[in-house]
């Protein structure tokens, strides 16, 4: 049988095993991930060829109500990869998450897998593979998964609308760019793309009535591209992060969404009618208009600020002290790692890593170690404070539960489970060890994790 890291880095495809999530004789709703053609560049360019979910870009939004019971069937008939659908912020049974080697055998082309589980939290989450993750996300394989409140605890809008923030790194004949292991890309700040997009789209447009309060929930699915947005003509509060509300909704004039964090915004729309209010990424060479809602009259009355999204039922979380459990984030052009790194078992210096295509180290590793970062008892609260020794950003995921940071006077950040980590950054983390099972704890820029940005914490 290969070892933990050999099937975690993609080098061993293991057969299909007997799983309880293998085909069985009910036939759920299915997710075909397939080759598809969809029009993403202008009526003047021709189709671009992706990888899609059911032949649509973005995947279709799945809608349930929390407490209902998701079940999808993967069906892989991409050519000659492995799959697997990873469901992105979800609390959910460890077998149901989707990475190949570690919680599933990979789904290889031709085969289906079965996912079935109880939807704890109601919020904005999304599902995307966890295989081949940097080429099968920059293809096109990504979608979103809202989980409603109950109907009586829902928020007062006029309208709930879906935006998949992504990029796309483009030719000039809009054909997909298949430099998915690009050194660069791995050594510094990702794939990022030429074209960026709105649900597939190079903007999103919509006509309102001025005064429409819209609940707006974005979602980065790009895998390097960390999106700085700002307003104008609306009046814009935060009241969720990675799907989990606020105490209390903040009003903003600006948020950044690093790649796979979702924001959940209360937007009221005030533009006098005729204009246009506004959404814009601010990008390096100037600001861009990513959503334009066109206002029309004669318009609504002021509204109160708006009330809390429902809170999901949260574990108890005590970090004082809770064991902790640094991470040192080293490696990455322009710092290297000067004192090598231990990959697949071996030390080895930075110009093998590199010619092994690993670039970055956790504690002096690269990639999946036999043993995992934490092993944690069921109910244990854990620390992590992680120091970006790096050059470059890097989104911080755990998967299979939330966490909240530390902040240096004590208190509590928001729950989350994407953290963005800036270069000579220390930030801590805590989480409550509240499910059993071996969890991925990645950077979810997905070239830094193929390059060694990722490890694992087992709950026992």
Not at 429 to 453: K, L, N, R, Y
């Amino acid at each position: 049988m290969p070892n933990r890291r050999e099937v975690i880095a993609g080098a061993v495809a293991l057969p299909a095993l007997g799983l309880g999530g293998q085909v069985g004789a009910a036939a759920p709703p299915i997710l075909r991930a397939a080759p598809e053609r969809v029009r993403l560049a202008p009526e003047d360019y021709p189709e671009t060829e992706v990888w899609a979910y059911n032949g649509q870009v973005p995947g279709q939004t799945l809608r349930y109500e929390q407490g209902q019971v998701l079940e999808v069937r993967l069906e892989n008939a991409l050519p000659e990869q492995d799959s697997t659908i990873h469901w992105h912020g979800l609390r959910l049974p460890n077998e149901m998450d989707g990475v190949p080697g570690l919680t599933q055998a990979p789904v290889r082309p031709g085969e289906a897998f079965d996912y079935r589980f109880a939807l704890r939290d109601a919020g904005t989450f999304w599902y995307h593979p966890h295989a081949h993750s940097v080429e099968q996300i920059s293809r096109g394989l990504a979608g979103v998964l809202v989980v409603d409140e109950p109907e009586a605890a829902r928020p007062d809008v006029d309208g709930d609308e879906v935006l998949v923030l992504d990029d796309w790194r483009m030719a000039s004949d809009a054909v997909i760019r298949e430099d998915f292991g690009a050194w660069h890309d791995m050594s510094h700040a990702g794939r990022l793309g030429n074209y960026v997009t709105v649900n597939a789209r190079p903007e999103y447009r919509r006509k309102v009535a001025r005064g429409e309060r819209l609940r707006l929930r974005l979602v980065n699915t790009a895998t390097a591209r960390i999106f700085t947005l700002r307003f104008r003509g609306m009046r814009v509060w935060l009241a969720a992060l990675d799907g989990m509300p606020l105490e209390t909704p903040g009003e903003v004039e600006e948020v950044v969404i690093a790649p796979a964090q979702r924001t959940d915004l209360l937007v009221d729309l005030l533009a006098e009618p005729g204009e246009e209010a506004l959404i814009a990424s601010v990008e390096r060479d100037g600001t861009y208009a990513l959503a334009g809602f066109t206002v029309t009259g004669p318009g609504g009355v002021a509204r109160d600020a708006p009330a809390a999204l429902v809170p999901n039922d949260m574990p108890l979380l005590e970090p004082e002290g809770a064991r902790a459990v640094p991470l040192v984030m080293e490696g990455g052009a322009m710092r290297g790692l000067p004192e090598g790194a231990i990959w697949r078992g071996n030390k080895m210096e930075m110009r093998a890593l590199a010619e092994a295509g690993q670039f970055w180290a956790f504690n002096g590793m690269a990639g999946m170690g036999e043993a995992p970062l934490v092993d944690a008892f069921l109910g244990e609260t854990i620390r992590i404070p992680m120091t970006n020794r790096t050059a470059f950003s890097h989104a911080m995921h755990l998967h299979g539960m939330h966490f909240r940071e530390v902040m240096n006077d004590g208190s509590l950040g928001p729950w989350r489970d994407t953290l963005l980590v800036a270069p000579a950054e220390v930030r801590e983390i805590a989480f409550v060890a509240e499910t059993p099972g071996d969890w991925m704890f990645h950077c979810h820029m997905p070239s830094h994790q193929m390059s060694g940005m990722m490890n694992w914490i087992r709950v026992s």
